[in-house]
């Protein structure tokens, strides 16, 4: 065969191949940085979730006639990792955009390194406003996650709610136990700024995510103090560990609080589980009254076989589909155009929100502002607060350990 036919039988296989796959897949992919802490329910389910988007925008064609890249990079909730995990992500990956995130304490180790590289970056973790504060100025930043003082200032509002709703709920002495890193710290101070008109003792505790896990001798301390509500703040690992011990010293509060970022999958299933108390920005119940919060649930169910147990898992995917809807709104990549698009990005997501992107008290570009209160009941997480979400009336008070 002559070279020149066979050259140009090359170009018509190579051309039919490229049909075959769309443009799309043979374009230069959109590369999207993501760091999360895969050892923790949280991190693993949210990865999983920005999988299932990345996949529906591919099949949909892709963005800007490109297919999108998910990368994926563990911090294993330590600083340092975090850190080089986005380096890594700008030098060796060549990122076009950062996602991602979780612990507060993980961000504040990010940041320096966000600052250097300046790339558009979409985060749904860290409340903590030290990192709030850090980010000063970084109108490339774009952060959906509720900051601490946001999140205190809907549990107030969601509590108040609830009081006068149902008066036969009493909330006038309050103890916190929050685990010692910036997340429960930070926590701690928000509530006692923004409940003020409340009794709030607190007590600090060494979180078994990182090692710790004997919560006894504060558990005790409550117990003395005969709080109307205790909340504890902490991680997914704290969760049945607390119950257990609670349960071993007799300790039954009026209302039974708890506050980490993702519990775990089989906590509902366990007997410790009825009556508690959460916060957080998505449950499976919302399905019910929402429809993309259902098919986000169906999809991710058939994807992965495993029910999406943690809010950070909807933040996931929410996270990579406001913004592909801001770079198709952009229609490039360019750093100015992109920030501009998102700011005007309004996107119906699986929370049962719209999110927009406004200033918040440091920050240019914040989205959520609000948690919501939802109650474990018969192995179900049920939506308590907003009233306009609700799926169940709440139970009061906690049912005692030898009613169960």
Avoid at 314 to 329: D, R, S, T
Wanted: net charge neutral.
């Amino acid at each position: 065969m002559k070279k020149g036919a066979f050259i140009t039988i090359l170009a018509a296989v190579l051309a039919l191949v490229l049909w075959s796959v769309g443009p799309a897949a043979a374009a230069e992919p959109i590369k999207l940085g993501a760091v999360l802490p895969l050892g923790d329910i949280t991190g693993d389910q949210a990865s999983k979730a920005m999988k299932l988007a990345v996949k529906e925008i591919n099949q949909a064609g892709g963005l800007l006639g490109r297919p999108v890249e998910l990368i994926v990079v563990d911090d294993e909730m330590k600083p340092e990792k975090g850190a080089a995990a986005l380096e890594k992500l700008a030098t060796v990956d060549k990122a076009d955009v950062f996602i991602g995130g979780m612990a507060s304490g993980v961000h504040m180790g990010q940041i320096p390194i966000l600052k250097k590289y300046q790339k558009v970056t979409v985060w749904i973790g860290a409340a903590s406003s030290k990192c709030e504060e850090a980010l000063e100025g970084a109108d490339w930043y774009f952060h959906l996650h509720p900051w601490d003082y946001q999140q205190g200032a809907s549990y107030l509002e969601g509590w108040t709610a609830i009081n006068q709703k149902y008066p036969q709920i009493k909330m006038d002495k309050w103890f916190m136990a929050y685990e010692e890193g910036a997340f429960g710290t930070a926590s701690f101070k928000g509530q006692q700024a923004l409940f003020k008109d409340y009794v709030t003792e607190g007590e600090s505790f060494k979180s078994a995510a990182v090692g710790g896990g004997d919560y006894r001798p504060l558990l005790r301390h409550a117990k003395e103090a005969k709080p109307d509500v205790f909340i504890w703040v902490g991680y997914g690992a704290d969760a049945l560990p607390i119950m257990e011990q609670a349960k071993e010293i007799g300790f039954a509060p009026p209302i039974f609080l708890g506050s980490p970022p993702g519990w775990p999958p089989d906590f509902g299933k366990s007997p410790l589980a009825e009556g508690v108390y959460a916060y957080g920005m998505w449950a499976p119940s919302i399905k019910e009254v929402s429809p993309v919060s259902k098919h986000f649930w169906d999809a991710y169910l058939k994807e992965f076989n495993e029910e999406p147990v943690t809010y950070f898992c909807a933040l996931g995917y929410i996270n990579v589909m406001f913004l592909a809807e801001g770079i198709k709104k952009a229609g490039t990549l360019d750093a100015a155009a992109l920030v501009k698009a998102l700011e005007q990005t309004e996107y119906v997501s699986p929370v049962g929100e719209t999110l927009k992107i406004a200033p918040s008290k440091v920050i240019k570009h914040q989205g959520f502002t609000k948690q919501k209160i939802l109650q474990w009941q018969k192995g179900a997480q049920q939506v308590i607060w907003p009233f306009e979400f609700a799926t169940a009336e709440p139970m009061y008070p906690f049912p005692a350990w030898d009613k169960r």
